[in-house]
């Protein structure tokens, strides 16, 4: 079955630099990547996902990329600011119809430090 | 749109009491609903999968006497956690999977904090 790797576990940068998660996945039959944000006591929020058919997508200051053949992705967050303080899951799953099963990433601890 | 509700949002009760939760997708109809768990720390994993009218699909290790799990309807999966122990203590996500048309694969809800004392 699929595994999916995320480094780093925690990660601390100063308000307005750049912060990057990487994922690493095993399936190649996975072909859909989600990110997702989760706050405390909360459930995860999809921030930005990318199919495999592109290669880099963006979203104001959120950026996924995706090497299909290294079989890796990566979320590019600019600018960071105080409230992107949260954990960061990836995920890969092979889309299908309706009711594909993700697996997620062990996640990443952002903290943007004042 | 493609909300999706769960409650109740944080349960505390004893060892031994059964616990139900509900998930309801409030403007779609999810043919297919996950259960997940967390625990502090931790990734979410998923527990099972069920489908509308369908007996639910568990993953290995989950105990189906254990966490029952209702898909009666095409809004509303339900999770009990029978006879709860503190190790069943834990956060419990669920999210849905269905006719909404956002080309967003599963939405997730708000998640219970389950206490067992």
């Known amino acids: 079955g699929e595994n999916v790797e995320q480094h780093p576990s925690t990660l601390s940068v100063q308000e307005g630099d750049s912060a990057v998660i990487k994922c690493t996945y095993s399936?190649?039959?996975?072909?859909?990547f989600p990110w997702y944000k989760q706050e405390l006591g909360k459930g995860p929020q999809l921030i930005i996902d990318?199919?495999?058919?592109?290669g880099e997508k963006k979203d104001q200051r959120i950026a996924v990329t995706l090497n299909k053949t290294a079989k890796h992705f990566s979320l590019h967050i600019t600018e960071t600011q105080p409230e992107d303080s949260a954990v960061y899951f990836c995920?890969?799953?092979?889309?299908?119809?309706?009711?594909?099963?993700?697996?997620f990433g062990p996640g990443t601890r952002l903290s943007v430090l004042p | 749109g493609a909300v999706v509700s769960q409650h109740p949002s944080r349960v505390i009760c004893k060892s031994g009491t059964s616990v139900k939760i509900e998930c309801r997708s409030l403007d779609f109809q999810a043919t297919t609903m996950f259960w997940y768990r967390q625990f502090p720390k931790q990734s979410l994993m998923l527990m099972a999968t069920s489908n509308e009218g369908s007996k639910a699909t568990y993953e290995q290790g989950v105990e189906k006497d254990k966490f029952l799990i209702n898909h009666a309807s095409l809004t509303l999966s339900t999770l009990t956690v029978t006879s709860a122990h503190p190790e069943d203590s834990s956060f419990y996500i669920c999210?849905?999977?269905?006719?909404?048309?956002?080309?967003?694969?599963?939405?997730f809800g708000d998640g219970t904090r389950l206490s067992i004392l």
């Open positions: 999210s849905a999977s269905g006719t909404d048309y956002s080309n967003q694969p599963q939405h």
């Open positions: 399936d190649s039959a996975s072909n859909y």
């Open positions: 990318i199919r495999s058919n592109v």
């Open positions: 995920a890969a799953s092979e889309e299908v119809d309706y009711g594909q099963n993700f697996v």
